[in-house]
């Protein structure tokens, strides 16, 4: 093996070690606990079982699942998917499990942003600084963006995806070669990490993006010699953002449809990004999980400092920083770092900048974020601090240098004792940094999953699980329970492996939240849970129509996991309920969990779906709201969708259709598979009714046993074009406000 290859291998576990040491105790149980406070945890590490699941186990589109917010499902592209993580972990997945697999990732990708950090900084002392190769100075750097206690406080809360940036200095020293040295390789590799990030985490494809535009606006501006305007400032660029948009396109295909037909539903107002703001003062502050000044922050006027917003850039690097920068303050390239340091350092300050929770009015640069597309996505300004650490970190390691260079020619030292002073100084510069730092113990959640969940998982049939606590979730708010506790609850379906009712997503269209909130028997439980009483009338009500709802969703299992009660979220208090008005048998209890099996009544061979007491569960998409009466629901859209269970024997599809064009085409697909075209002068059509056009005619569409599923049945009627109603006296125009 050759000698640099072995330093490189030693520079890479030299980060590994880092990792393992600063995310203390997470070492110490691998495969039970994660690091995290409840929150995020769970979901990310389920992330990893999904993309396993849906490539080996049941194939299928990793960007979609219906394995939440069943039958509905949900789009992924919007939520914090990290499908590339899914897939370097599935090795990890395979062997070791999910919750092993989660944290022997977690420490690779803080290794592997150490390493690429590494590099670029190498590549930058000798290419752009005209400093020389300097393996000490590159490494500290790669401790300082991988280990900052920024990047440890999104491990302290189970943000993993949000802790992933492993990918950015790669791409970013390929880009800084391809700036130099316009080769399409350089163009291939930027693209290729770019892209991975973008799998990885989208919101740090977008700040590298941002990067990438102030390299190039920084190039004509303060040019360096060589060719100028089309070759040397935009064809070179050209391969990578052909490459980028390649590689990007499934995850775009997979969001235009979604976005398109439901809106810009990436922000809502500004997205309480004040909220998600850093403080100026917070810069000097360690961070609440410093294990001797964690208090400090608490005793300043900072404001939201325990959600990853409070950005703690450390006396060390600072000082280093100036250091470097007064020693390069000749070279056009420090001024870069230093101007992007700058930059970011503001955009992390958010929309106004506040000092010890004071807002000064003055606008920072995340104003400018706010407007523009895709990038408005992001409303948590702290999370630009990834940008502000990669831009300090070649600084400090050029101070690092400097301190060395000046102690070397120190009458004091002696030409023996020059690798001594370079260890010892070496070894002091890391451990103020790590100290400053530190973040240990870091907070864990147990992540072992109760056992009457084989109980579920040794099912053979087909179902859904409600586990409760239970709630929707997206990135603006919690519609259910206020705990953590359901987010658990999607963790502990890597086991059962059974659809769920709830869900937790970033971005989603309203209606994803709207159909469960307002469903029956689900509502009465939501408000249960949440601490709300229900009138002995509404008891009476639901009963009645109970088994159907179960049977709707396909409900077989019903877990409750008492907590104690708290704003917002008592769970034990739906047991009455359950108990009283739900078709089940106990079949497990103790004080930690209470398992409930339901006895579902047989699939429906008929629905009406419009007068149907659960008509409002079989409209999805594409749909007006029922009116009272059970006469009409309107399709507003040129697509619209219904989620019906039946028995699975040949059925008739019976509608009514108004179009006053006799070219207009509706064809139909039935779970996927099935497409049958109708056109209003070719069969299937059956016309049971024609009179004259203002009584619209009723047809029938025959659907084979081939095509029917015995339970949910998703029929998507397509049409080409949409028709004013002209025969109904009600509404067709639906308006919902404020959810």
Same mark, same amino acid.
């Given at each position: 093996?050759?000698?640099?290859?072995?330093?490189?291998?030693?520079? /890479?576990?030299?980060?590994?070690?880092?990792?393992?040491?600063?995310?203390?105790?997470?070492?110490?149980?691998?495969?039970?606990?994660?690091?995290?406070?409840?929150?995020?945890?769970?979901?990310?590490?389920?992330?990893?079982?999904?993309?396993?699941?849906?490539?080996?186990?049941?194939?299928?589109?990793? /960007?979609?699942?219906?394995?939440?917010?069943?039958?509905?499902?949900?789009?992924?592209?919007?939520?914090?998917?990290?499908?590339?993580?899914?897939?370097?972990?599935?090795?990890?997945?395979?062997?070791?499990?999910?919750?092993?697999?989660?944290?022997?990732?977690?420490?690779?990708?803080?290794?592997?942003?150490?390493?690429?950090?590494?590099?670029?900084?190498?590549?930058?002392?000798?290419?752009?600084?005209?400093?020389?190769?300097?393996?000490?100075?590159?490494?500290?750097?790669?401790?300082?963006?991988?280990?900052?206690?920024?990047?440890?406080?999104?491990?302290?809360?189970?943000?993993?995806?949000?802790?992933?940036?492993?990918?950015?200095?790669?791409?970013?020293?390929?880009?800084?070669?391809?700036?130099? !040295?316009?080769?399409?390789?350089?163009?291939?590799?930027?693209?290729?990490?770019?892209?991975?990030?973008?799998?990885?985490?989208?919101?740090?494809?977008?700040?590298?993006?941002?990067?990438?535009?102030?390299?190039?606006?920084? =190039?004509?501006?303060?040019?360096?010699?060589?060719?100028?305007?089309?070759?040397?400032?935009?064809?070179?660029?050209?391969?990578?953002?052909?490459?980028?948009?390649?590689?990007?396109?499934?995850?775009?295909? $997979?969001?235009?449809?979604?976005?398109?037909?439901?809106?810009?539903?990436?922000?809502?107002?500004?997205?309480?990004?004040?909220?998600?703001?850093?403080?100026?003062?917070?810069? /000097?502050?360690?961070?609440?999980?410093?294990?001797?000044?964690?208090?400090?922050?608490?005793?300043?006027?900072?404001?939201?400092?325990?959600?990853?917003?409070?950005?703690?850039?450390?006396?060390?690097?600072?000082?280093?920083?100036?250091?470097?920068?007064?020693?390069?303050?000749?070279?056009?390239?420090?001024?870069?770092?230093?101007?992007?340091?700058?930059?970011?350092?503001?955009?992390?300050?958010?929309?106004?900048?506040?000092?010890?929770?004071?807002?000064?009015?003055?606008?920072?640069?995340?104003?400018?974020?706010?407007?523009?597309?895709?990038?408005?996505?992001?409303?948590?300004?702290?999370?630009?601090?990834?940008?502000?650490?990669?831009?300090?970190?070649?600084?400090?390691?050029?101070?690092?240098?400097?301190?060395?260079?000046?102690?070397?020619?120190?009458?004091?030292?002696?030409?023996?004792?020059?690798?001594?002073?370079?260890?010892?100084?070496?070894?002091?510069?890391?451990?103020?940094?790590?100290?400053?730092?530190?973040?240990?113990?870091?907070?864990?959640?147990?992540?072992?999953?109760?056992?009457?969940?084989?109980?579920?998982?040794?099912?053979? !049939? !087909?179902?859904?699980?409600?586990?409760?606590?239970?709630?929707?979730?997206?990135?603006?708010?919690?519609?259910?329970?206020?705990?953590?506790?359901?987010?658990?609850?999607?963790?502990?379906?890597?086991?059962?492996?059974?659809?769920?009712?709830?869900?937790?997503?970033?971005?989603?269209?309203?209606?994803?939240?709207?159909?469960?909130?307002?469903?029956?028997?689900?509502?009465?439980?939501?408000?249960?849970?949440?601490?709300?009483?229900?009138?002995?009338?509404?008891?009476?009500?639901?009963?009645?129509?109970?088994?159907?709802?179960?049977?709707?969703?396909?409900?077989?299992?019903?877990?409750?996991?008492?907590?104690?009660?708290?704003?917002?979220?008592?769970?034990?208090?739906?047991?009455?309920?359950?108990?009283?008005?739900?078709?089940?048998?106990?079949?497990?209890?103790?004080?930690?969990?209470?398992?409930?099996?339901?006895?579902?009544?047989?699939?429906? $061979?008929?629905?009406?779906?419009?007068?149907?007491?659960?008509?409002?569960?079989?409209?999805?998409?594409?749909?007006?709201?029922?009116?009272?009466?059970?006469?009409?629901?309107?399709?507003?859209?040129?697509?619209?969708?219904?989620?019906?269970?039946?028995?699975? =024997?040949?059925?008739?599809?019976?509608?009514?259709?108004?179009?006053?064009?006799?070219?207009?085409?509706?064809?139909?697909?039935?779970?996927?598979?099935?497409?049958?075209?109708?056109?209003?002068?070719?069969?299937?059509?059956?016309?049971?009714?024609?009179?004259?056009?203002?009584?619209?005619?009723?047809? =029938?569409?025959?659907?084979?046993? =081939?095509?029917?599923?015995?339970?949910?049945?998703?029929?998507?009627?397509?049409?080409?074009?949409?028709?004013?109603?002209?025969?109904?006296?009600?509404?067709?125009?639906?308006?919902?406000?404020?959810?």
């Amino acid at each position: 093996m050759r000698q640099s290859t072995k330093t490189h291998i030693l520079i /890479f576990l030299a980060f590994l070690l880092l990792a393992l040491a600063l995310t203390y105790p997470t070492v110490t149980h691998l495969g039970t606990f994660l690091p995290g406070d409840g929150g995020d945890d769970p979901a990310i590490a389920w992330n990893l079982w999904w993309v396993k699941f849906s490539l080996l186990n049941q194939p299928q589109n990793p /960007f979609f699942t219906q394995m939440m917010f069943y039958p509905l499902g949900i789009n992924l592209a919007f939520y914090t998917h990290t499908l590339l993580n899914g897939l370097t972990a599935l090795p990890l997945l395979l062997n070791f499990g999910t919750v092993a697999a989660s944290n022997l990732h977690m420490f690779f990708t803080l290794a592997a942003g150490g390493y690429g950090t590494f590099l670029l900084t190498r590549y930058l002392l000798v290419r752009e600084f005209r400093r020389g190769d300097d393996i000490p100075a590159a490494f500290f750097a790669g401790v300082v963006y991988a280990f900052a206690s920024s990047k440890l406080f999104y491990v302290a809360l189970g943000q993993f995806n949000i802790a992933s940036t492993h990918w950015i200095p790669f791409a970013a020293l390929f880009f800084l070669k391809l700036k130099n !040295d316009p080769r399409p390789r350089y163009a291939a590799l930027t693209a290729l990490f770019l892209v991975m990030q973008a799998y990885t985490e989208m919101t740090y494809a977008s700040f590298l993006l941002v990067w990438m535009a102030l390299v190039w606006v920084w =190039e004509i501006l303060f040019p360096n010699g060589g060719g100028r305007g089309w070759n040397r400032h935009i064809r070179p660029y050209l391969p990578l953002a052909g490459l980028f948009a390649l590689g990007i396109a499934p995850i775009l295909a $997979a969001m235009l449809p979604d976005m398109l037909a439901e809106g810009d539903f990436l922000v809502v107002g500004g997205g309480f990004a004040d909220a998600f703001s850093a403080d100026l003062l917070g810069f /000097f502050v360690p961070t609440m999980h410093h294990p001797l000044f964690g208090g400090w922050v608490a005793r300043t006027g900072i404001a939201n400092f325990d959600k990853g917003q409070h950005i703690f850039i450390g006396y060390t690097v600072t000082a280093l920083a100036v250091i470097g920068l007064w020693r390069l303050r000749r070279n056009r390239a420090a001024w870069f770092w230093a101007f992007a340091a700058l930059f970011f350092a503001l955009t992390t300050l958010g929309p106004n900048i506040t000092v010890n929770g004071y807002a000064t009015g003055i606008p920072g640069p995340f104003i400018l974020f706010q407007h523009l597309p895709i990038f408005k996505g992001n409303r948590y300004p702290s999370r630009y601090s990834v940008m502000l650490l990669l831009s300090l970190a070649p600084l400090a390691a050029i101070g690092f240098q400097q301190l060395v260079v000046s102690l070397r020619h120190s009458s004091l030292v002696t030409r023996h004792s020059r690798f001594t002073l370079h260890v010892s100084l070496f070894t002091i510069l890391m451990a103020f940094f790590i100290f400053e730092n530190l973040s240990i113990p870091l907070p864990q959640s147990d992540m072992r999953v109760p056992e009457e969940y084989q109980i579920i998982a040794a099912d053979p !049939d !087909d179902f859904t699980v409600l586990d409760i606590p239970f709630a929707w979730r997206n990135g603006f708010r919690i519609t259910g329970a206020y705990t953590t506790g359901f987010m658990f609850g999607q963790f502990y379906q890597t086991v059962h492996q059974k659809p769920m009712v709830q869900g937790n997503t970033s971005r989603n269209p309203e209606l994803k939240f709207r159909y469960f909130t307002t469903a029956p028997i689900l509502s009465s439980l939501r408000a249960l849970e949440t601490g709300h009483d229900l009138p002995p009338e509404q008891w009476d009500a639901d009963r009645a129509i109970a088994g159907d709802v179960l049977r709707f969703f396909g409900i077989k299992y019903i877990v409750v996991r008492p907590e104690t009660p708290g704003y917002l979220n008592n769970p034990q208090a739906t047991i009455p309920y359950i108990e009283s008005v739900l078709p089940v048998e106990k079949i497990s209890e103790s004080p930690d969990l209470i398992l409930y099996r339901v006895n579902l009544p047989p699939l429906p $061979a008929e629905i009406d779906l419009r007068r149907s007491p659960l008509r409002r569960l079989y409209f999805a998409e594409g749909w007006g709201l029922p009116d009272e009466f059970g006469n009409y629901v309107v399709a507003q859209r040129k697509t619209a969708r219904l989620m019906v269970p039946l028995d699975g =024997e040949a059925k008739v599809l019976r509608y009514t259709t108004q179009s006053m064009n006799p070219a207009n085409r509706i064809w139909i697909d039935i779970n996927g598979d099935a497409v049958y075209p109708i056109t209003n002068h070719q069969s299937p059509i059956s016309p049971i009714n024609t009179q004259p056009s203002f009584t619209p005619p009723i047809v =029938e569409i025959p659907i084979p046993a =081939e095509a029917v599923r015995a339970g949910m049945n998703d029929i998507t009627l397509h049409f080409n074009e949409l028709s004013p109603v002209v025969s109904n006296p009600y509404p067709v125009i639906t308006i919902v406000s404020a959810g």
